[in-house]
């Protein structure tokens, strides 16, 4: 009873009032400013029980008990001598103990039921940590937490010890970890197929405003919650020569690589589901040299094995170079060869085939949905080739419609440099067989194009997988020819996709061509990274974001959204915190936090941002008594490290910054903060923080985006361009809720058929001129007056290709409308509630639910909950009741 009264002690003191309106202190003095922060009431630094569900005392002692277990059985240490990181691992144990009974229970059900698997194939699969999530998903988080606090442990910092699984860059692997979360949240019978890198791509280091790159050794301490699978074991093909025998092709002579499978539980939200993300490591095949050993040449015997494992070292490494291409696409074959032998071999022991059945490869594209992430699996269409031919003995028509029934391509660029373009020497060398069957592909492709444009020998050169001219292979439209659905990732990326890049194949078939706008979980993209949020807004959106709709009827309750506003200005506060403590910079927590964060690249356009912050700066430089709203810039993403331009705008990013952050002139009305080594883990203290979303790309351009949703779904206003996802975002939310500025597709088009010319802008738009003049002349490089001619070059002698100084006029504009609306800090938390309460479209489960009915042919499960390890197994008549005798004795192979 004690611990119910302190819970809910807790609890009170989180949703008490205790905040004034603060709109004069926008743009108030600072003692205004200082009266106004006074009211606001900070949570305490350790983590607090959320109001969604008390911790159970029972389940509070079970959870001791199970934590000591491990720090004693596991860990092997005690009290006396563990430290902070013995803790996070007796503390990752125990949480995973709670996944074990469902995953294997998980696993049961799929083989009883004989369900539909689907595979979802990615070179990234950026997760960030599991821990948090893990515990949210479960229902487990409070029991945790109260169980640490009685064991003087804090619970906050012990997730702080996970290191983010390296496993990704950017977007497309976090929209795949989003996926997976949807896949268990939906009860869908899905895996995931990735590689299991020893370093993510690289650590960011600002030093002196420069990115230098540092290996990512994120397996250093060890990764509590993957389980390794070695009796799974593949055999991976490079090299070699065909022959033919009895009139089949045979690989021989080959160079062999194992793939050794590391599986991570990946839970769906209060279900009971676990599904699987499987990620490979390349192992060589477990022999050195032993003869050079023996004679003493140590180091040459291990060389080879060394070198094979390369393959999984590092994520997608740097490919400016032959060894890095050859690399690259070892990569992708290894994924791919790995998992669909590991997909054949789970369905050829599958249900269907216990009792002494033939393997019928006929029914495989009814119980095997295989979804490419982008082109890098690509090579899937191939290889499901080969196995089903040469492995498994069936004609080519057989095969390529299996092939083509079973795999299905998710295109996330309208850069044609990304469809991958490999050349045919390496094909040659590295994949021989394969390139035999992609050019017998590529000869029924073009007898159809034939067919339909009988005299169109152009067209049919355009279309053509192998490009002779060029030598090279074109991986995206060997996507396309051997699946059945085609998909963009936002309604404006599809529909560019049909009318540009893929126009040819879809004249061809239209039919394959479909639009699946992306989306981010709610689970982790609110639930867990902004819980005060979560705590005021109910909780019937957390598998239903179209929930979140009933906020609008609170848009004018006074208190609702007071508690709103204060819950941001909390979260700006803490982040404020970091700031300080990790940058050395102190700012305003009632300042406008405007945030990019996101890739560096000259599309991303975070030198327009720049530009912008410049001009303000000069704005108050040349009036300095002028009332202005304070901004806080928030920049951060990491530049490929062979991309040269994007990190000198690193470091004229930070170079803006310095010159700003020490100005006296200046004060807090302005600051610049670029995030170093910006990441999944960074992005949950980011997101809930931000008043302002960039977005700012050139139309025609950004796929989809997901951090636009995030920021979004997280209370932030967008300020962007008719590109992408942003498009629908101001369809569901209202023009009037979102910054919208610049050119849309159509006059990007029209204004580079008439003839771009950026020194029209430059020489028209007095300040922009200022701008790119203090950059051109050592203003903010003064050690160094040339060190940024390259970025001045880009945007006046090498045509500013995603014409930066074209929108500028038209983003300046948009800022003035940001610093009026902020000004009145009501209106502006009302339009952020109608943000929030528009978000419904962005969710992930409702992008799944729309592959799983429109592309994979199953259904998603919501209303039936699996039931838990100690209700039976399930499988049975009756979930939850033992299965008969005979079906116990089966032995299967599903994992």
Not at 387 to 399: K, R
Not at 404 to 424: F, G, V
Not at 487 to 515: C, I, M, R, W
Request: contains cysteine; proline residues 4%.
């Amino acid at each position: 009873m004690e611990q119910l009264k302190s819970a809910l002690k807790t609890t009170t003191s989180i949703i008490s009032d205790g905040i004034s309106d603060i709109k004069e202190s926008v743009v108030g003095s600072d003692d205004k400013k200082a009266a106004a922060m006074k009211n606001v009431s900070l949570k305490q630094k350790s983590k607090q029980i959320s109001i969604r569900g008390l911790p159970m005392l029972e389940n509070v002692q079970a959870v001791k008990k199970t934590f000591n277990r491990h720090l004693h059985f596991t860990v092997v240490k005690d009290r006396d001598v563990a430290t902070d990181r013995d803790y996070y691992n007796s503390l990752a144990y125990t949480v995973r103990d709670h996944l074990v009974g469902r995953w294997i229970r998980t696993h049961q059900h799929h083989f009883e039921c004989d369900v539909k698997r689907i595979y979802y194939l990615s070179m990234e699969f950026y997760m960030g940590r599991t821990l948090s999530n893990t515990m949210i998903n479960l229902g487990i988080e409070n029991d945790i937490d109260e169980a640490l606090y009685e064991l003087g442990l804090n619970i906050e910092e012990l997730e702080e010890l996970e290191d983010d699984a390296a496993l990704g860059n950017g977007g497309l692997g976090r929209l795949a970890a989003c996926f997976l979360d949807s896949m268990a949240t939906l009860g869908l019978a899905s895996y995931g197929y990735g590689l299991r890198y020893d370093y993510g791509i690289f650590t960011q280091k600002i030093k002196d405003g420069f990115q230098e790159e540092y290996p990512d050794d994120w397996l250093r301490y060890g990764n509590p919650w993957e389980i390794a699978r070695p009796e799974f074991l593949l055999a991976v093909n490079f090299h070699g020569k065909v022959v033919e025998e009895n009139g089949k092709k045979k690989w021989i002579d080959t160079d062999v690589i194992h793939a050794m499978p590391f599986d991570t539980p990946i839970p769906g939200y209060n279900n009971n589901i676990v599904n699987t993300l499987r990620l490979w490591s390349a192992k060589a095949p477990g022999k050195f040299n032993f003869q050079l050993f023996n004679s003493g040449d140590y180091i040459k015997a291990v060389a080879e094995q060394s070198l094979t494992e390369n393959i999984t070292r590092v994520l997608y490494p740097n490919d400016n170079f032959t060894e890095g291409k050859i690399l690259r696409l070892k990569q992708e074959y290894f994924l791919v060869s790995a998992s669909l032998q590991d997909i054949m071999r789970r369905y050829k022991h599958s249900k269907s085939f216990k009792s002494g059945k033939k393997i019928d490869f006929s029914l495989f594209a009814e119980k095997a949905a295989i979804q490419l992430n982008d082109t890098h699996p690509a090579l899937s269409v191939a290889e499901l080739m080969r196995l089903l031919i040469d492995e498994e003995g069936l004609q080519w028509d057989e095969a390529f419609n299996i092939t083509n029934k079973s795999i299905a391509y998710t295109n996330h660029t309208l850069l044609p440099e990304a469809l991958e373009r490999w050349p045919i020497d390496i094909f040659e060398t590295l994949l021989p067989r394969h390139l035999q069957i992609i050019t017998e592909i590529n000869l029924h492709h073009l007898a159809n194009v034939r067919r339909k444009w009988p005299n169109d020998e152009e067209r049919v050169k355009r279309m053509s997988i192998v490009e002779d001219e060029h030598k090279v292979v074109n991986m995206g439209y060997l996507s396309i020819v051997g699946s059945h659905v085609v998909n963009g990732v936002a309604q404006l990326h599809s529909d560019l996709l049909k009318a540009t890049l893929f126009k040819d194949f879809y004249e061809l078939s239209p039919e394959k061509f479909q639009n699946k706008t992306n989306g981010i979980t709610p689970r982790r993209w609110i639930l867990l990274c902004n819980p005060d949020l979560s705590d005021k807004i109910g909780e019937n959106w957390i598998t239903n974001l179209d929930g979140l709709k009933q906020l609008r009827e609170h848009i004018n309750n006074e208190a609702f959204v007071r508690d709103i506003h204060r819950v941001k200005l909390e979260n700006k506060q803490r982040l404020a915190e970091l700031f300080k403590k990790d940058y050395g910079v102190q700012v305003n927590p009632a300042s406008l936090f405007d945030v990019q964060v996101k890739r560096i690249h000259e599309y991303k356009r975070q030198l327009l941002n720049c530009l912008h912050v410049i001009t303000l700066y000069n704005r108050i430089k040349d009036d300095p008594t002028a009332p202005v709203v304070p901004r806080t810039i928030i920049i951060g993403g990491k530049a490929a490290p062979g991309y040269m331009i994007a990190k000198k705008i690193i470091k004229l990013i930070n170079s803006v910054g310095r010159l700003i952050n020490n100005d006296p002139v200046i004060g807090d009305r302005l600051k610049v903060i670029f995030l170093e080594n910006y990441r999944v883990s960074l992005a949950e203290k980011i997101m809930p923080a931000a008043d302002l979303s960039e977005q700012i790309s050139l139309a025609g351009l950004e796929a989809s985006g997901t951090g636009n949703m995030k920021f979004m779904l997280n209370g932030a206003m967008t300020i962007g361009t008719l590109d992408g996802a942003n498009v629908e975002m101001d369809e569901e939310v209202g023009r009037e809720n979102i910054f919208i500025f610049g050119m849309t597709v159509d006059e990007v088009d029209a204004l580079r058929a008439k003839g771009y010319n950026s020194q029209e802008y430059y020489e028209r738009i007095p300040e922009l001129k200022k701008a790119i003049d203090q950059i051109r002349d050592g203003i903010f490089s003064p050690e160094d007056p040339e060190l940024f001619s390259d970025i001045v070059k880009c945007l006046l002698e090498w045509k500013d290709h995603y014409m930066l100084l074209a929108d500028f006029e038209s983003y300046v504009k948009a800022q003035k409308r940001v610093d009026d609306l902020f000004k009145n800090q009501t209106e502006w938390t009302k339009k952020c509630i109608l943000n929030i309460a528009a978000s419904g479209k962005f969710s992930s489960d409702r992008t799944i639910s729309q592959y799983a009915r429109e592309i994979w042919g199953v259904e998603p499960n919501t209303a039936h909950k699996l039931p838990a390890p100690h209700e039976g197994r399930p499988g049975a008549p009756f979930e939850g009741e033992a299965i008969d005798k005979d079906s116990d004795q089966i032995k299967r192979q599903d994992y």
